[in-house]
């Protein structure tokens, strides 16, 4: 019947093929994924290359074939030691489909795919075996469900459809859009341009972001759950999202979705009493990300919900990421349980950018759309206080539409030109430091004394300190290459011209270099 070798010995091949593609996959994918999608599965047959797996419900049959494909194809063709396909398809389904299509000769008793022989039952199932046969138990549920008449009558044979069939190629499978997960199994996509790479670290937020790079290199085991605080503008869905990139790019599988849209995912599902399909989708992922959750206070279906699907994955060690505007203490209208959960594991604020952070995040800004802005100008941006990261890219908007229109280079009393309608007041830029101030903070910070810089040694330490200190003054003061000279010993103005072309060099080069100089900058305008 087309099958790589006749009668019952298909099967058991197949079954040894599977098991050996299983070693591999369980090498590939997390243990979370493999324990939710791949422990119960079972090959029912082998033909023309293509093993047929079977599965328990049509949401691990669908969620198998749209995320795991490849990976189960690349591990069947290495176990079959030639190419090969896969196919998932409902157990039962199969199972009936071939007792109709290949009638049994009389003397044989056994279907011509058996089941695979049971294996013995652990005495206890892990917290992530048990919310897998939780979501194929509501799955199945809700099939028979919607199998009903509408008069709430048991369906007859005639009326009753196969409620675990094979769904229709292109044909949805829940009964309204916001119930229909993309490929990647999460509600709506995550923003490819938010990942830990493009995020500008600064004191103010550096403990939100250690915090989201540990709980994605370790999920479920570091701080479960997270809460990122801050005010609007300030990063929080960002650490967010690049939270969910590196996620699903170790295979996790990853829920992204804002308090307002579970919100309406949950009404809907009530109205059309699909809630298991809801429940099921939530609770069956490896890492729940959840944006301005505080969104959720003092909606009572929303808050109940989102409580058991909470403790259903918090008991699996399922991570759980949400972002918020206050603590939860501050939360006036949201139910005690769930504000006591949200201070379960650890709160990390974001603070609004100081001015070296300011000026880092204008400097990577800048990078990302290939402007050339001077760092002076760049200085006089910084100097503008703002209170969120989104109002300052908006005045480097500004200040670059500004120099389009009239046709001039961003310079320093350019950009103080265009900022001061929006500054209240004109921008004068940071107060100039004087050169004692400059050379006391280079002093300070490589741990030499001002003699030092102004000496006559030629310690690399030391000549490196004064070098840039000359920068420094070059940029921060008004002084000239004469005055500098001065200020550091009587040195000519062709030496201090040669000292500021080093660092500026080495700050294009070097992180360390461009490091050292923003902490000095700092330091200067405090």
Aim: glycine content about 6%; aromatic content about 6%.
């Amino acid at each position: 019947m087309g099958r790589n070798q006749p009668g019952g010995s298909a099967s058991a091949d197949a079954r040894q093929i599977w098991q050996s593609a299983l070693e591999r996959i369980a090498q590939r994918v997390s243990a979370g994924a493999y324990t939710t999608w791949f422990r119960g599965t079972a090959a029912l047959d082998l033909a023309h290359d293509t093993l047929v797996v079977g599965v328990a419900n049509t949401f691990a049959c669908e969620h198998l074939s749209q995320r795991f494909l490849d990976v189960t194809r690349s591990a069947v063709s290495e176990a079959l030691g030639r190419a090969a396909n896969v196919s998932f398809v409902l157990r039962d389904h199969r199972a009936a489909r071939t007792a109709a299509s290949e009638p049994l000769p009389a003397h044989q008793e056994a279907p011509l795919s058996p089941a695979p022989a049971p294996t013995p039952r652990p005495a206890r199932r892990t917290a992530r075996a048990r919310s897998a046969a939780w979501t194929s138990h509501q799955t199945a549920a809700t099939a028979r469900v919607r199998a009903r008449p509408a008069n709430g009558a048991e369906p007859t044979a005639a009326q009753a459809p196969l409620p675990l069939a094979q769904p229709e190629p292109g044909r949805a499978l829940h009964p309204t859009p916001l119930l229909m997960p993309d490929a990647s199994g999460v509600s709506h996509e995550l923003n490819p341009r938010y990942v830990f790479e493009t995020f500008v670290v600064g004191l103010t937020n550096q403990l939100a972001f250690a915090a989201a790079r540990q709980v994605a290199a370790t999920p479920g085991e570091s701080y479960n759950p997270l809460l990122i605080y801050g005010g609007v503008g300030l990063g929080k869905t960002h650490l967010l999202h690049a939270i969910g990139h590196s996620a699903r790019a170790r295979g996790l599988s990853v829920a992204y979705v804002t308090a307002e849209r579970f919100t309406n995912e949950i009404i809907g599902a009530i109205r059309t009493r699909t809630t298991d399909l809801f429940r099921a989708r939530y609770r069956a992922v490896d890492m729940l990300l959840v944006d301005d959750v505080q969104f959720i206070a003092g909606k009572e279906s929303t808050e109940e919900e989102f409580f058991h699907t909470f403790n259903a994955l918090h008991e699996a060690n399922k991570q759980i990421v949400l972002t918020s505007d206050c603590v939860p203490q501050a939360m006036h209208h949201l139910h005690d349980r769930l504000r006591s959960r949200f201070a379960w594991g650890l709160i990390a604020d974001i603070q609004p950018p100081d001015y070296a952070h300011r000026l880092d995040i204008l400097r990577a800004k800048s990078s990302a759309l290939q402007l050339d802005i001077p760092e002076d100008a760049l200085a006089s941006l910084a100097a503008l206080h703002c209170e969120s990261i989104r109002a300052l890219e908006g005045v480097l908007t500004r200040v670059t539409a500004y120099a389009q229109m009239l046709g001039q280079p961003i310079e320093s009393d350019m950009v103080r030109q265009a900022l001061a309608p929006i500054a209240g007041e004109p921008v004068t830029g940071p107060e100039r430091p004087s050169a004692d101030t400059v050379l006391a903070a280079v002093a300070r910070h490589f741990a030499l004394t001002v003699d030092d810089l102004r000496g006559k040694s030629r310690n690399h330490q030391i000549a490196w300190a004064r070098q840039v200190a000359m920068h420094l003054l070059r940029e921060e003061t008004d002084a000239s290459l004469f005055v500098i000279g001065r200020q550091l010993g009587g040195r000519d103005h062709t030496t201090i011209m040669h000292g500021c072309a080093r660092v500026a060099k080495a700050l294009a080069d070097d992180e360390q270099t461009r490091q050292d100089v923003t902490d000095l900058r700092a330091s200067l305008h405090r």
